[in-house]
């Protein structure tokens, strides 16, 4: 029986501390669905489509394995979408006691829901100090952000279009 993963997530934008997430677990699954989910609770700063085609290029700029697929799911619950393609498995990256804090309660109703496990991958701790955030935040105030982002994100949000 083959294994489906999913790795969740707002990836706005995507990080490198995301890739190694996704690059491990490709290495441990069969197939690594790579979700990008409309988070409510976050004001965004790119379109879902722009987030999904920015995921897939730093992919395949990495050599990543073909046996991963990046999409998008914006209706219902996450759960919902592991039933839909059979994921049994969710991957999250937490970088700190206050990351599992987070993810604690939602890997325990996503248990709970549709009995899809979650399973807490810490990341290269060169990675350790990089989220989403603080790359919007270093990206609108005119910093680099290449330590922390792939190749194709940095010249994206550093083109003259983007800002
Ligand atoms: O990158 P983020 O913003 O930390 O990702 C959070 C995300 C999108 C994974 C989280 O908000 C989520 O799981 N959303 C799905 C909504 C859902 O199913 N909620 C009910 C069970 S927890």
Known sequence: MSRIAVV????????LGHIDVIERAAGIFDQLHVLVVHNPDKSALL???????????SIADAGLPDNIL?????????VDYCTDVGASVLVKGVRSQVD??????????????????TIFMLPDPAHAHV?????????????????????????????????
């Open 131 to 163: 989220s989403s955030s603080l790359v919007r935040q270093v990206a609108a105030l005119g910093g680099d952000v290449s330590p922390y982002v792939p190749k194709a994100v940095a010249q994206f949000l550093q083109s003259p279009a983007t800002r």
């Open 8 to 15: 969740p997530g707002s990836f706005d934008p995507v990080t």
């Open 100 to 117: 599992v804090a987070y993810e604690t309660p939602m890997a325990i109703v996503n248990r709970n829901l549709a009995g899809v496990e």
């Open 47 to 57: 379109p879902v489509a722009q987030r999904v085609a920015l995921i897939e290029k």
């Open 70 to 78: 990046v999409t998008s799911w914006s209706v219902g619950l996450l």
